[in-house]
């Protein structure tokens, strides 16, 4: 197809194309290489299918904005299936005779030109639809950002749209001109049933001559593939270098034991100078992946509660920062030169620690990035090598130190369990469940009462139990989200020699976080566990028949339930309670925001131990309205600290529902028949 002067001019600008386009790369690389950890390849051949599967079926895109996803999946399967199509115009250039060779094939020829005139358009459509998303329709508000979110200097100036813009020019120049090729030759060979959307366009073409149309094949060809050329230099500084970085995302993580389990930290290493991360050469080498695989689609920012109600960190922004801080400074980084510190340039003070570590930016993101575990590695440098946080902290920081609590309270741990039988493991060392209480069941009055409820109920069913009584100390969740990790590391370690020591067959808690921190982050310390949540074992009773529940009506409230975040998103415990419910009840009322969907109390990531950042509203009040728009008497929940958020937020919300543990609401409908251990 092409003369030998094209040819040769395309082999001189593929070699010029490929030589620019080195450079990029070669520096992505080398700033990547330059974070701590490692890229992982265990497991090759599942990690392999893990990241094929999530590109091609695109199942974390389609979690949410269903129009915008469903668009998003043909364009990724056309520009996908461009890759042969490409290669195969190419030798189509070079190669006399080549389309002849092609439709020698028959019906694999067929079924090629069919896909390719069929994704063709579902490419234009997709990107002509993203273009006018940014540009034009109202919802492209989701694309931008609260005046107090920290922005790069390029990103306030229009720099995410004119990389947008860039890139989408680019896919419709090179899909668009191939699509008009293929319409070219239909229009001069006659209908194709194989390309139906081209034999529809044909007529555009129809009074060109053969030597006019032989000129537009020329021309669409060197627009489609020398485009590429064009294009291929600037591939790695822009966004559309998540094609390729997304996929390699997934690949390379390491394999969390949930999606918000924290590496520790390695203090008896004395080569070891930075704790935390302060600049980007300290993030993880994952992390400076997520920066060049971020789409910038802001999903993340949807769904981030801080965000949602005011506050200034912006989940979407911070990875984005961190892609325009690397672009400006992409060959001194590669060089080995340093970052400014993050905290100011891509996330201010107040950001970071606005984070409740919920999770949902982790759990949202369609090309596997978390920017919560960036956050709270910020908080490990703010903490252990620039000593600022915030000054409540301080107080937390002492209690677990000194009492074994964040309360800072000194009494005993087992006050709680007065007036109640409550074997020790020393009482009873063939016990068959362990019962972590937790500090708040120890020390705060409302969530005693879930602790006094449970107890109520393992008795009911015959369960044999014991808990540590004042062996027991804090698990330490406070310490790691806030980033004390040496604390951590301490009361960690105590309690793994603990739980060592007694060898439970199974614990069962009823605070989230503790069971977050027994079953999916002491392993890190050598304490392996079978941990369930109390709404996992009264569910298991209930089955079981060793639980019988009244089934009047006239005590049947109606119910809606609150996911705990590091219950439902971090754990995926999410039926288990729901189960609870419609045994106890018949039914439930769904919040709508729910499941792994579901809004947070806004009491993680140690928010529960200081002020709340300003914002235009708390994050439990948020909450606590949502439930109360059920309609519903009660809102049950199954963590203490949502108990407490959610009772502080029910006196300046008039008319709201009851907040009650599903152990209190079980406990409560006990057949009154059958006597209950006081």
């Not at 091609?56 to 199509?85: D, E, M, N």
């Not at 190419?90 to 002849?100: A, C, K, N």
Request: hydrophobic share 40%; proline share 6%; glycine share 8%.
């Amino acid at each position: 197809m092409l003369t030998p002067v094209e040819q040769m001019l395309f082999i001189l600008l593929t070699l010029l194309s490929l030589g620019a386009a080195y450079y990029g790369f070669r520096e992505m690389w080398l700033i990547i290489n330059r974070g701590e950890g490692q890229l992982y390849l265990d497991n090759l051949p599942a990690r392999l299918w893990k990241a094929l599967r999530v590109y091609v079926a695109q199942p974390t895109t389609l979690k949410a904005r269903p129009i915008t996803s469903l668009l998003h999946l043909g364009v990724v399967w056309g520009f996908t299936y461009y890759f042969l199509v490409n290669v195969l115009d190419g030798l189509r250039g070079f190669i006399p005779g080549w389309v002849d060779t092609m439709r020698s094939t028959g019906l694999l020829y067929d079924a090629y030109r069919l896909l390719g005139d069929v994704l063709s358009v579902a490419v234009l459509v997709g990107v002509t639809y993203f273009i006018l998303r940014r540009f034009v329709l109202p919802n492209r508000k989701e694309l931008t950002y609260h005046d107090n979110v920290l922005l790069h200097p390029k990103v306030k100036a229009g720099g995410i749209t004119r990389d947008s813009l860039i890139v989408a020019v680019f896919i419709l120049l090179h899909v668009g001109a191939r699509w008009l090729g293929e319409v070219v030759h239909v229009a001069g060979s006659g209908a194709d049933p194989f390309m139906p959307f081209a034999t529809l366009a044909a007529p555009l073409f129809a009074g060109v001559s053969e030597d006019g149309r032989r000129l537009l094949e020329h021309t669409f060809w060197w627009l489609a593939l020398g485009g590429i050329l064009l294009f291929l230099p600037y591939f790695p500084y822009s966004k559309h270098a998540h094609l390729f970085m997304a996929p390699l995302n997934f690949l390379t993580k390491p394999r969390r034991t949930s999606l918000g389990e924290m590496q520790p930290l390695d203090f008896e290493d004395e080569k070891i100078e930075q704790f935390g991360v302060n600049q980007l050469q300290h993030l993880p080498k994952t992390h400076l992946f997520d920066a060049f695989a971020c789409i910038m689609c802001n999903r993340c920012q949807d769904v981030c509660p801080a965000y949602i109600t005011g506050k200034e960190l912006s989940p979407s922004a911070l990875e984005i920062n961190k892609r325009f801080i690397i672009r400006d400074m992409m060959s001194e980084l590669a060089a080995g030169a340093d970052s400014p510190p993050l905290v100011g340039t891509a996330i201010s003070e107040s950001a970071v620690w606005a984070c409740t570590s919920c999770a949902a930016c982790v759990e949202i993101c369609p090309v596997g990035n978390e920017p919560m575990l960036d956050i709270l590695n910020i908080r490990r440098d703010a903490v252990l090598m620039q000593s600022d946080f915030p000054a409540e902290l301080q107080a937390a920081y002492k209690g677990m130190e000194r009492q074994g609590n964040p309360w800072q309270n000194g009494d005993s741990r087992f006050n709680w369990a007065k007036g109640l039988d409550v074997p020790t493991v020393e009482e009873n060392p063939d016990f068959d469940v362990l019962y972590w209480v937790g500090c708040a069941a120890s020390y705060d009055p409302r969530a005693q009462i879930t602790a006094r409820s449970l107890v109520k109920i393992l008795h009911r069913a015959g369960v044999n139990f014991a808990v540590l009584g004042e062996a027991e100390t804090c698990t330490g969740d406070v310490a790691r989200r806030s980033g004390k990790e040496d604390l951590y590391f301490e009361l960690a370690t105590q309690n793994v020699e603990t739980l060592n020591g007694v060898n439970p067959k199974r614990i069962v808690v009823t605070c989230p976080h503790c069971f977050h921190n027994l079953a999916k982050e002491y392993h890190q310390f050598g304490g392996n566990y079978h941990v369930v949540h109390h709404t996992e074992l009264i569910d298991e009773l209930i089955r079981e028949g060793r639980l019988p529940l009244s089934a009047r009506a006239d005590r049947q409230p109606n119910v809606t339930f609150h996911d705990p975040c590091y219950l439902g998103r971090h754990n995926g415990v999410i039926e288990a309670p729901r189960d609870v419910l419609v045994a106890l009840n018949g039914g439930y009322t769904e919040m709508p925001r729910a499941k792994k969907n579901s809004f947070c109390c806004g009491a993680g990531g140690a928010q529960f131990w200081k002020e709340e950042e300003h914002g235009a509203k708390p994050v439990n009040v948020e909450r606590y309205e949502e439930a109360k728009a059920t309609g519903a008497d009660v809102v049950a929940v199954g963590c203490p600290f949502c108990m407490q958020m959610f009772e502080t937020a029910k006196s300046s919300v008039s008319g709201g529902p009851d907040v009650k543990d599903v152990a209190e609401l079980i406990a409560e409908r006990l057949e009154e028949s059958v006597p209950v251990v006081p």
